[in-house]
C-alpha cells in the first residue's frame, strides 16, 4: 500500500487519490472550497495548498494546490508548514476582502463551510479597508434563495448542476472580480435537484427557501435518521424539527442509495406534515351527509371497537404509503383472509410480478451504488426523472463513472474533473434510456422512444440475442432489430449491467421483458441486476405481507357483506374510479380511515383516525430494492398522536382480549419477523430500543440546542422531563452519546470546527465511500435465488393504432403526481397541471394545438382536459396526468376517445 | 489583647463612617449603565427593531432561558416572531448582550424584578422591546449588511459599491 508522509508522520493511501482526498480520509483538517467528493477538483480556490518537499531533507518545498496532487508513494507534505498555512490564511482574506457582513442574518451561519474554513485557517480580522462589491440578486422560484454577495466563485454550483444533474438554466457570468452565478433572467430553476445548491454551496448564497419563512439555526433543530417517503427509493434524510413544525430536509449520506444528493421532492416534499390538510383529530360522522364533528382519542377508541366488535365481516385495506408495522398490525387485526392491498388493479398485478421477478432470481436487485457503478444500464419504459427522479441522478452519476474509466485508460485520474471531461465530451454508449415520451436524461444517454409494447417487444428482442430461449417478438422492423442487437452487443460486454424499468406505464410486458433481458445475462455468467422503479415508498413491504387484491373484494363486495372496513393510511379515490368508489362507500356500512392528513378517504368515512406521521412516528420500509430501513420519529407533539400500528393495537388489545399485546415497536417486529418469512433478516436491519452507547442513548438535538428553559415557559414553569422514546436508541433530548453512532442512527453530521454538512467527511472510512460505523444493509432479495430460469414467453404484440382511438398511458410528474409531496408549501407552487400529451403527427392531423381543450372519454367518463404536444410520442397513444390532485381517478391503459371539446377556449 | 482592642476599636470607628446603604426602597441607589439587570431589546437609530432573530444570544445562554422564532417581513427583515426570556432562570451573566452582532439586547440597571408569582417572570417580546436605542445610540445593523431590505438596495449600504452589472464587457 503506498505510503505519504504528511508533517512526516507515514499515512496508508489508496492508489489514485489525490492529497487533500487522502488527508480528509485521515482525518487530518485541511481547508477546501473548490472541490467536493461528487464533484471531484478542479483546482479553481487555491485554499488546499499545502507544502511539498522533494526528500526528507527539503525543508522549503513548493507549494501545491492538494486537490490537484496526486498522492503518490513516499511523498513528503506538510499541512503545518509556515508558508502554505499563511498561504491559506491569505487565501480566506482575499475571498473575505467583498463577503458582506452577513452572518447573523444569513441562513447558513452556524453550518457554513465558508465560516468553518476561515476559523480553521486563522483569519480573524479583516484588515481591507475599502469598498465592497455589491451584486442584485435574481428570484429562483420556491425551492432556492439567491444571495449573491455571499459568493466566493469556487464554481461549485455550475459545475454540480451542469455538469453533474444535467441543469442549464444556471450558469456563470461576467469576468475577474465579477463573476456571477445565476439564470439568464429570474425565473424557477428548472432542473429536478435544484435543492442540491443548497447543500453543494459552501456558503451561503444559495440556501433552502421555504425554510428561510420560520428559519432556525442547525443547532436549534430537533433531527432523526429518516427515510424519504415520497417514492420508492427509499433516500436517506435528516428533517429538522422546531416547534412541532419540520423546518427543513437534508440529505443523510448513504453511499449505498443517495450518498451526497436528494431530488427537489424528497427536500421540498416533506412539509406536508405541517399543512393545514394535517388531521391532528379524529372525525365521527354518524350519517353519511353528517357534518363530521371531532372526537376525542378516548371516544375514538370507544367508537372503533365498538364498531368492530358488531361487525359481522370487517376487512383490512393496507397501504404502499403506510410502515410495515402498521399494515402488519392491521393485518393481524382483521386477519389475513381479510386484509387487501389497498392498489389499483393494475398496481396489484404489478406489484406481485415485481415480486416474483426479484425473489426468483437469479438476477439480483441494484441499489443506486450499484447503478453508479454499472458498465452499461438499459432503462425499458420506465420515465425516471418523473417517479424515481433519484435514480436518473444516478444514472447521470454513472454517466460521469463510465467517462472516468475512459479517461482512466490514458492517465488522467478520476478526481481530475475538468480532464476528464475534455478527454470525454460525447454521450455515454453503455446507456440507453428506451421511453414513451422523453426523459430528460437524451443529453447524457442513448434514448429513443416508442409505444410501450414495443418497448417490451425491443427488450424481448434484446433477450433473445442474448439468448435464442426466449421468443422473438413478431414483425419486428429492421430498424427496432437493429438497435436490440446494438444494445445486445453493449450488455454483452459488460460485467455488472443494470436493467431498470419500473411500474408507472402499467405495463407487464416491461416487467417481464426487462427481467429476461436480466436473466438472460446472468445466464451468461455476468452479474447483471435489475432494478424497477415502484409506486411508493413501502410498496415493496406491502406486497411481502401476502394481502388480496383490492379488486378482488370489489368484485365481491355486494356478496360479501362486510360491515367494517378498515382503510390504512390510504386514499381509495386514488385507486378506484369514482364509480367503484360510491359502491365501496354504499356496500360497506362504517368505513373507518386511519390517516395523517385530509383526504377524499377520510373525509367521507364514517370514522377518521388522526393517526401521526413519519416525522412524528417510527416505522420501517422496504425499498424498491428489497433494502429494509427504519425511520426514527423526530419529535413528539404535545398533543400526541399515535402510530397507526399503535391505534391499530389497541382495538387488538380490546377484540382479542390480549391486555398486553405489543407494548414497543420492538415487540410489534419481533411478531412480525416470526410471521413473515421474507422478513425474518430484518432483526439486523434495526437497533432495539435498549441500545445505547456508552450506557447512553443517541440524542436528536445537538450540544448546542438552546431555549431548553424557556420553550414551554408560557404555558407552565415546570420543565417537562425529556419524554422517553421507548421504540427506539434515540432520545428526545441533547443529552447521550456525542459520538459517532451507527450509520443508522445519524441523527445529524456534526464535528468540533465541522458545521456544516461537509463534516460527514469526518464520519467517513474514505471520503466519498462508506461511513465509518457502517450496518451492512438489509436487503430481503439477495438470497433463496433458484439457478434455474424460467424466461417469460409470450411478448406482447407492436402497437398497432386503432382508428379514432387512442391508447391512453398513465404520465407521472415530480411535482403532484404524490399526493402528500403536493401538499407541502414550496411544491404547491411548483405543481404540474392536468394536461393530455399527444404526438406531434396526432395532434397536426386533428389540428390541435397545444392548450387545445380536448374531452377524453373513457368508457363513459371524460376528462377535460388541455393539450400538450410531445413530439416523440407515437401516433395512437396519448399520455394522461395521473395522480394530481383534482384529477378523477382513471383506469390506464385504456383506449379512449378524444373530441375537442365544445366549449373549448 | 492588643489586637483585640484594637479590632474593637476599628469596627467603633466604623460606626461614625458615612453609609454605604441606602433605606431601600425609600431611596433608591444609581447604578452604572453597564449594571447587569433586566434584559431589553432595542431599536436602532431609525426606530426599527434591531434584533435580527439571528439566534446567538439564545445559543450563548448558559441557562438556555432565551427561545426566539425568526421570520422575515415583507421588506425582507429578518426579526423575531416571538422572542421569550424567562427570567426566573435568567443568571444576568450578560453573554447574551455580548453575543449580539446588532447591539439589540441590552442588560439595563433595572433589577427590580422579584415577584410573587413565577410565571410573571416570562418575558414576551412586548415585555422586553423598548422604544430607543438603549446603550448604542449609532449602531445599525442593516447599513453594513450586505442584505437588501426596503429602504437599501444593493450597493446602498455603507462602504459599498454600485451593484456589479453583470452584462458588461469591460475587463
Ligand atoms: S456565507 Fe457563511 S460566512 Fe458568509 S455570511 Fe453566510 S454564514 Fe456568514
Ligand atoms: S454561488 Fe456558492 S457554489 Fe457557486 S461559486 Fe459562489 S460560493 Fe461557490
Ligand atoms: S444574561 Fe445570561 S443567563 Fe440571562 S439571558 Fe442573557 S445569557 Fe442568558
Ligand atoms: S443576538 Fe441580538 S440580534 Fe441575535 S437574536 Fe439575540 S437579540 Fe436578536
Ligand atoms: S479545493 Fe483545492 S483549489 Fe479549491
Known amino acids: ?905 | 489583647m492588643f489586637s483585640i482592642l484594637k479590632g474593637l476599636w476599628i469596627v467603633f470607628k466604623h460606626g461614625f463612617r458615612k453609609r454605604e446603604t441606602v433605606l431601600y426602597p425609600e431611596e433608591r441607589p444609581i447604578l452604572s449603565p453597564r449594571y447587569r439587570g433586566r434584559i431589553v431589546l432595542t431599536r436602532d437609530p431609525d426606530g426599527g427593531e434591531r434584533c435580527v432573530a439571528c439566534y446567538l444570544c439564545s445559543a450563548v445562554c448558559p441557562v438556555d432561558c432565551i427561545v426566539i422564532q425568526a421570520t422575515e417581513d415583507e421588506n425582507g427583515r429578518r426579526y423575531p416572531k416571538s422572542f421569550r426570556i424567562n427570567f426566573s432562570r435568567c443568571i444576568y451573566c450578560g453573554l447574551c448582550e455580548e453575543a449580539c452582532p446588532t447591539t439589540a439586547i441590552q442588560l439595563t440597571p433595572d433589577f427590580e424584578m422579584a415577584e410573587y408569582d413565577r410565571k410573571n417572570m416570562v418575558y414576551e417580546k412586548e415585555d422586553l422591546l423598548i422604544a430607543g436605542p438603549g446603550k448604542n445610540h449609532e449602531y445599525n445593523f442593516y447599513k453594513v449588511a450586505g442584505l437588501a431590505i426596503k429602504g437599501k438596495e444593493k450597493g446602498q449600504g455603507i462602504e459599498e459599491n454600485e451593484p456589479v452589472d453583470i452584462r458588461s464587457l469591460m475587463p
Open chain 1, 1 to 905: 500500500m503506498p505510503t505519504i508522509f504528511i508533517d512526516d508522520k507515514p499515512y496508508f493511501i489508496k492508489e489514485g487519490q489525490n492529497l487533500l482526498h487522502a488527508a480528509l480520509s485521515h482525518g487530518l483538517d485541511l481547508p477546501y472550497f473548490c472541490w467536493h467528493p461528487g464533484l471531484g477538483s478542479v483546482g479553481a480556490c487555491r485554499q488546499c495548498a499545502v507544502q511539498h518537499f522533494k526528500d526528507a531533507e527539503d525543508t522549503k518545498g513548493r507549494m501545491v494546490m492538494s486537490c490537484m496532487t496526486p498522492a503518490t508513494d513516499g511523498m513528503r507534505v506538510s499541512i503545518e508548514h509556515e508558508t502554505c498555512k499563511s498561504f491559506r490564511a491569505d487565501v480566506s482574506e482575499w475571498m473575505m476582502t467583498n463577503h458582506p457582513h452577513d452572518c447573523p442574518v444569513c441562513d447558513e451561519g452556524g453550518e457554513c463551510h465558508l465560516q468553518d474554513m476561515t476559523v480553521m485557517t486563522g483569519h480573524n480580522y479583516r484588515q481591507f479597508r475599502f469598498k465592497k462589491r455589491t451584486f442584485n440578486n435574481q428570484k429562483l422560484g420556491p425551492f432556492v434563495n439567491h444571495e449573491m454577495n455571499r459568493c466566493i466563485t469556487c464554481y461549485r454550483c455550475v459545475r454540480y448542476y451542469r455538469d453533474v444533474a444535467g441543469g442549464t438554466d444556471l450558469n456563470s457570468f461576467a469576468s475577474s472580480n465579477r463573476v456571477y452565478f445565476g439564470r439568464n433572467e429570474d425565473g424557477t430553476l428548472e432542473n429536478e435537484f435544484s435543492g442540491n445548491l443548497v447543500e453543494v454551496c459552501p456558503t451561503g448564497v444559495f440556501t433552502d427557501k421555504p425554510f428561510k419563512a420560520f428559519f432556525n439555526r442547525k443547532w436549534d433543530l430537533q433531527m432523526a435518521p429518516s427515510v424519504c417517503q415520497l417514492c420508492s427509493l427509499g433516500c436517506n434524510i435528516i428533517p429538522g424539527e422546531r416547534f412541532e413544525s419540520i423546518r427543513r430536509v437534508q440529505n443523510r449520506y448513504n453511499h449505498e442509495i443517495n450518498d451526497y444528493f436528494l431530488c427537489d421532492k424528497g427536500r421540498f416534499g416533506h412539509s406536508f406534515v405541517n399543512s393545514k390538510e394535517r388531521l391532528f383529530v379524529s372525525m365521527w360522522r354518524q350519517k353519511a351527509k353528517d357534518v363530521a364533528s371531532e372526537i376525542s382519542q378516548e371516544e375514538t377508541f370507544q367508537s372503533a371497537t365498538k364498531l368492530l366488535s358488531s361487525s359481522k365481516r370487517t376487512v383490512g385495506i393496507g397501504s404502499p404509503r403506510a410502515s410495515l408495522e402498521a399494515n402488519f398490525a392491521l393485518r393481524t387485526l382483521v386477519g389475513e383472509d381479510n386484509f387487501y392491498d389497498g392498489l389499483s388493479r393494475h398496481d396489484s398485478v404489478l406489484l406481485s410480478k415485481v415480486k416474483q421477478i426479484v425473489q426468483r432470481g437469479p438476477a439480483l436487485t441494484a441499489s443506486l451504488q450499484n447503478v453508479k457503478e454499472a458498465d452499461a444500464i438499459l432503462v425499458l419504459g420506465e420515465d425516471l426523472i418523473n417517479t424515481a427522479p433519484r435514480l436518473a441522478l444516478a444514472i447521470r452519476q454513472n454517466v460521469i463513472h463510465m467517462a472516468q474509466k475512459k479517461a482512466a485508460a490514458v492517465g488522467i485520474a478520476a478526481w481530475n474533473d475538468l480532464a476528464v471531461r475534455n478527454f470525454v465530451r460525447e454521450k455515454s454508449d453503455t446507456v440507453f434510456v428506451v421511453t414513451a415520451s422523453k426523459n430528460k436524461l437524451e443529453d447524457v444517454a442513448a434514448s429513443f422512444q416508442l409505444h410501450p409494447d414495443n418497448i417490451a417487444c425491443l427488450g424481448y428482442a434484446i433477450a433473445h440475442e442474448l439468448n435464442s430461449e426466449v421468443e422473438l417478438p413478431k414483425g419486428m422492423d429492421a430498424d427496432l432489430l437493429a438497435k436490440a442487437r446494438l444494445i445486445a452487443a453493449v450488455l454483452r460486454e459488460a460485467k455488472n449491467p443494470v436493467i431498470i424499468s419500473g411500474t408507472s406505464l402499467y405495463t407487464e410486458a416491461l416487467l417481464d421483458a426487462s427481467a429476461n433481458v436480466a436473466w438472460a445475462l446472468c445466464r451468461q455468467g455476468s452479474s447483471a441486476r435489475i432494478c424497477y422503479a415502484l409506486p411508493e415508498a413501502n410498496s415493496m413491504g406491502l406486497s411481502l405481507m401476502n394481502a388480496k387484491p383490492l379488486s378482488l373484494l370489489m368484485e365481491e363486495i355486494v356478496a360479501s357483506k362486510v360491515s367494517v372496513a378498515i382503510v390504512l393510511e390510504n386514499d381509495l379515490s386514488r385507486r378506484l374510479s369514482s364509480e367503484n368508489l360510491g359502491i365501496f362507500f354504499k356496500n360497506i356500512p362504517s368505513v373507518i380511515a386511519l390517516d395523517s392528513f385530509q383526504q377524499q378517504t377520510v373525509r367521507q368515512s364514517k370514522l377518521a383516525v388522526a393517526t401521526c406521521s413519519f416525522s412524528e412516528g417510527t416505522g420501517t420500509f422496504v425499498n424498491n430494492e428489497g433494502r429494509v430501513q427504519r425511520y426514527y420519529s423526530v419529535f413528539e407533539r404535545k398533543e400526541k398522536i399515535l402510530e397507526s400500528w399503535r391505534i391499530l393495537r389497541d382495538w387488538i388489545r380490546k377484540s382479542k382480549k390480549k391486555a398486553s399485546l405489543w407494548k414497543n415497536l420492538d415487540e410489534i417486529t419481533d411478531d412480525m419477523c416470526r410471521e413473515i418469512d421474507t422478513l425474518s433478516a430484518f432483526d439486523q436491519a434495526i437497533y432495539r430500543a435498549s441500545f445505547q452507547i456508552d450506557g447512553q442513548k443517541i440524542p436528536r438535538e445537538t450540544n448546542g440546542y438552546s431555549g431548553r428553559t424557556a420553550m414551554v415557559a408560557n404555558l407552565t414553569m415546570h420543565e417537562p422531563k425529556p419524554l422517553v422514546d421507548v421504540d427506539s436508541p434515540l432520545a428526545h433530548s441533547m443529552e447521550g452519546y456525542e459520538g459517532q453512532p451507527p450509520s443508522s442512527l445519524i441523527p445529524f453530521f456534526w464535528e468540533p470546527g465541522w458545521n456544516s454538512v461537509q463534516s460527514v467527511n469526518k464520519y467517513q472510512k474514505e471520503i466519498g465511500g462508506e461511513l465509518k460505523n457502517q450496518q451492512p444493509a438489509v436487503r430481503l432479495f439477495d438470497k433463496q435465488k433458484s439457478k434455474k430460469i424460467v424466461f417469460f414467453q409470450r411478448p406482447p404484440s407492436l402497437f398497432k393504432q386503432q382508428s379514432g382511438k387512442w391508447q391512453i398511458f398513465p404520465r407521472y410528474f415530480i411535482f403532484g403526481s404524490e399526493e402528500r409531496a403536493a401538499l407541502s408549501l414550496a411544491i404547491s407552487e411548483h405543481l404540474s397541471v392536468p394536461c393530455i400529451g399527444i404526438g406531434h403527427e396526432d395532434a397536426q392531423k386533428q389540428k390541435w394545438l397545444p392548450g387545445s381543450m380536448v374531452n377524453v372519454e373513457i368508457d363513459s367518463k371524460k376528462w377535460r382536459l388541455p393539450v400538450v404536444i410531445h413530439p416523440e410520442l407515437e401516433s395512437g397513444m396519448a399520455l394522461m396526468a395521473h395522480g394530481l390532485a383534482g384529477m378523477d381517478y382513471a383506469e390506464l391503459p385504456s383506449y379512449a376517445c378524444i373530441r375537442l371539446s365544445e366549449s373549448a377556449t
